[in-house]
């Protein structure tokens, strides 16, 4: 079903049970699932969120400013894929980290066609930052670099497994879709991504997948077109 897609993963999934930190068991796990799709042909660009070491808005409340903030949270991005990177390379599968602003020799500063380049080539792009600005989400930053790249499909990588007409942990009642547009979901103030990213896949148009990352074998099984979580289309 996708060939090039981008998977946007949570800075808490890397950080397992505790969402704190990085958890080397979810490292490898994260790790070892991309790697199996990449060796298998499909092209694979990933963001890391970076809540599992900071987290901008945080910083708000314990005295910082926005802006040093969100570029604190910027870093945070960098140092997950710096370690999801070292993950997949001992996967056997060659992978290189991007920054949205320059941090040579830690990472090589991002460039469209490199990072498409390396995708063709077979190898993983880590592409971290958020969009190197502040005041944005890693969601829209990850929206920005699918539609850059030319992915097919922006694939959200969370703890449940799709979009519910409530939250699914806190409401037994809720009912999961398998598919909305991008008008319905708007329309039922569905919480799919935030609103600047989910404009910016809405445009493309990108369709986001909301898929339970946890699950074995879920990424395989959606990049070869089985119905995999809740589809968000135009």
Not at 138 to 144: E, N, Q, R
Request: hydrophobic share 40%; aromatic share 6%.
């Amino acid at each position: 079903m996708y060939k090039r897609v981008l998977l946007k993963v949570s800075g808490e999934s890397l950080g397992g049970p505790a969402g704190k930190g990085i958890d080397e068991n979810a490292l490898m796990k994260f790790a070892s699932q991309i790697a199996d799709c990449v060796k298998e042909g499909y092209q694979i660009a990933v963001v890391n969120g970076g809540g599992n070491i900071f987290r901008g808005l945080q910083g708000v409340g314990r005295g910082f400013d926005r802006v040093t903030g969100d570029r604190m949270g910027m870093l945070a991005t960098v140092i997950n894929s710096m370690a999801l990177s070292t993950a997949l390379r001992s996967c056997g599968v060659r992978a290189e980290v991007f920054t949205a602003t320059p941090m040579e020799p830690i990472a090589r500063y991002y460039g469209r066609e490199a990072a498409v380049k390396l995708m063709e080539e077979g190898g993983v792009a880590l592409i971290s930052g958020g969009t190197g600005n502040p005041f944005f989400t890693t969601d829209s930053g990850a929206a920005l670099r699918a539609l850059e790249i030319g992915a097919e499909a922006l694939l959200k990588g969370t703890r449940v497994d799709g979009v519910y007409t409530a939250d699914p942990e806190k409401d037994p009642t809720a009912v999961k879709y398998d598919s909305l547009t991008f008008d319905e979901a708007l329309s039922k103030h569905l919480k799919v991504m935030d609103q600047t990213a989910f404009a910016l896949c809405e445009q493309g148009p990108v369709p986001i997948v909301v898929f339970d990352i946890n699950e074995e074998g879920a990424l395989r099984r959606l990049l070869a077109g089985e119905k995999v979580g809740t589809i968000v289309h135009a």
